[in-house]
């Protein structure tokens, strides 16, 4: 398996501007997790989901942004409008059993 | 909710034996898992502990007491690629796999 896959790797916008942060878990595996990374909040679970079903958006910061999981093997974060302090390296992250694989993240500047 | 302490800062010499230690408060603890992510990378998984003990895994092991609250991870026969920083996470029960990270402990190894 390619293990997690997110795309893009970087991504870099201005202030207002949508963004749509994609994710391919690992096959078979039945959770999915969004995490927000930066040096002052360290690594945030934003939301999780568990057979396609979101099951907690508590960590997700406001109304601009949602994610959806259409089917088991893909899901998006999308934040609009975009702003500076949502600057971070975004994980997605595929379990089954224990232990969390985590794709390599889309590191978001927004200007 | 989880509260989960580490040290922000260690630093060892190569061919030493170093111990990250981390504290946690919860209820419901249903694990304790820690992972290694090195600069610009993600987080990849180490060990995982549920009962009290001592997992060993080569140069690496991770120690539970789940009455203290206290998990440490001991990394042997130090190397300069074990420069990361190492994350401490808490599983809960009725929370599926959703992890709780604790700030990291960036460990920085010298000649």
């Known amino acids: 398996d390619a293990g997690v896959i997110q795309s893009p790797r970087h991504e870099v916008t201005e202030m207002g501007q949508e963004v749509t942060l994609r994710c391919k878990p690992i096959?078979?595996?039945?959770?999915l997790f969004w995490y927000r990374q930066t040096m002052m909040r360290g690594l945030e679970l934003l939301i999780y989901f568990n057979n396609n079903v979101p099951i907690d958006d508590s960590g997700m910061p406001e109304d601009r942004f949602s994610a959806k999981m259409p089917n088991a093997s893909f899901s998006t974060l999308k934040i609009q409008p975009s702003e500076p302090r949502d600057s971070a390296v975004y994980f997605c992250a595929s379990s089954h059993l224990n232990e969390q694989f985590f794709g390599p993240g889309t590191r978001l500047t927004v200007l | 909710g989880q509260n989960i302490d580490q040290p922000t800062e260690m630093t060892a010499t190569e061919g030493a034996i170093v111990q990250i230690n981390c504290t946690y408060q919860t209820s419901g603890f249903n694990g304790l898992f820690w992972y290694q992510q090195h600069a610009g990378e993600a987080p990849t998984f180490l060990s995982y502990?549920?009962?009290?003990g001592l997992e060993e895994k080569g140069r690496f092991s991770s120690f539970l007491s789940r009455s203290k609250g206290y998990s440490y991870l001991l990394l042997k026969e130090l190397q300069m690629k074990d420069s990361a920083s190492y994350l401490c996470a808490v599983r809960v029960h009725n929370a599926g796999n959703m992890l709780t990270f604790g700030g990291g402990t960036r460990l920085m190894v010298k000649p």
């Open positions: 502990n549920v009962l009290d």
């Open positions: 096959s078979g595996h039945d959770y």
